[in-house]
């Protein structure tokens, strides 16, 4: 059996708590680091903005409704207000309006880092305001400070069977946490509702706080000797959660960095971001919420498809050996195809073009491990996949999305457990999940309950 053993001693921060230099249209409206307090202030502004807007334009028409989108996955369908992030199908994802690219230049480093604290991008998508060094710090500490996981969630890991799948240990250990719950606690103390979101940020920040030890529980119990090492109170939330999984390597720190970072958010319809809010919404608590957007992440066309995508090149590799030809994978992919099965880690429901979380970590790729053969291999694949799709001409986009890459940058630093990969995007869809129920309460979203019909009532709603 694992002990867990929660170091509880505090060090003193670093006093480097200089403002980053930022360019023109950077927002910061606050120099509190304490963001329960930025968000409080925050809160009834944005309550009015909304209030205001709905009375004004609440019956405005924004669109119509096809027959084909009810049995379309609701593609297209604009359904859900989520304020953290919008994904625009060519230029990839925004989080508050910053693109990849501009969070990776203007949220806060750790000393000596160069890829963005996931801390800094949770401050941007609660508040919309790029932060400070001091206020990533704030968060970084007080992350250490909730990182405790209960004792009978450590035991309920360590009595798991090694056969059960990392992403149902993830979920069941996220809706165990749930003996933590403010929310649920204050709920059946019958509060005023118009402080729900307050227990919601409590039980999200405990939460994303606590993810890091969960998973690497999972990890040390499937992988390794069972132990993980304690939490250090001067180490920001990747470098902890890499020490904690057993990775004593700078470069795989800075790739958790960017890896919490870019999976954080993809606006509200995914299954997972969907989810998340659709459990929430019937107040089921941040851990409940939180952990049946996580059953939505382990499926295959979701966030399993990083695994998918390493099964897949190993398969590859398997079949047609190294120094594979063009012309021989060429036929290793229209032989997925033509058995039915996808190209995993391509395609994607919203983009149109490569997504930038691909483009990123191709960067560093190209940066950290250009020589190494299966990015040689992932390089090869990009070049092919997306005429063979076209040429097959099912697809709506033949591109790669984030999925094509993470793995490939995990095993070259040694993480080859495949099965694992989703449980370290779970863990980053926490920060944006969780960023968008704390204002779905402090917006006092009510059920959500679309309605439904059968096809003898559409056809009737169309005069047929
Ligand atoms: N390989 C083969 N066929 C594909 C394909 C791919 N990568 N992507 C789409 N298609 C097929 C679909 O299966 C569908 O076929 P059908 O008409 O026989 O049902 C057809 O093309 C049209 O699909 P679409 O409108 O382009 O995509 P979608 O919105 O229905 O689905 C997605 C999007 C991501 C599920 C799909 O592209 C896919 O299955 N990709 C592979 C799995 C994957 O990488 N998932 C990860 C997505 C990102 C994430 O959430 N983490």
Redesign the pocket.
Known sequence: MSLVNIATRRLLLHAKNALPAFGAGVRNASESTDLREVLARQIPEKQKEVKEFRKECGSKVIGEIQVDMLYG?M?GMKGLVTETSVLDPNEGIRFRGYSLPECQKLLPKAPGGSEPLPEGLFWLLVTGDIPTDAQVKAISQEWNERAAVPYHVVQMLNNFPDSLHPMSQFSAAISAMNSESKFAEAYAQGVNKTTYWEYTYEDSMNLIAKLPTVAAIIYRNLYKDGKVSPISMDMDWSGNFSQMLGYDNDMFTELMRLYLTIHSDHEGG?VSAHTVHLVGSALSDPYLSFAAGMNGLAG????L?NQ?VLVWLTKLREQVGDNVSDENMREFIWST?KSGQ????????VLRKTDPRYECQREFALKHLPDDPMFKLVSQIYKLVPDI?LEQG????PWP???AHSGVLLQYYGMTEMNYYTVLFGVSRALGTLASLIWDRAFGLPLERPKSMSTEGLKKLVGR
Do not use: S, T
């Open positions: 996955g593609r995914n295959p066309l979701h966030g498809a998918e195809l996808v190209v995993p880690g391509y395609g994607h429901a799709l099912k697809a709506q986009n999305n984030v999925d």
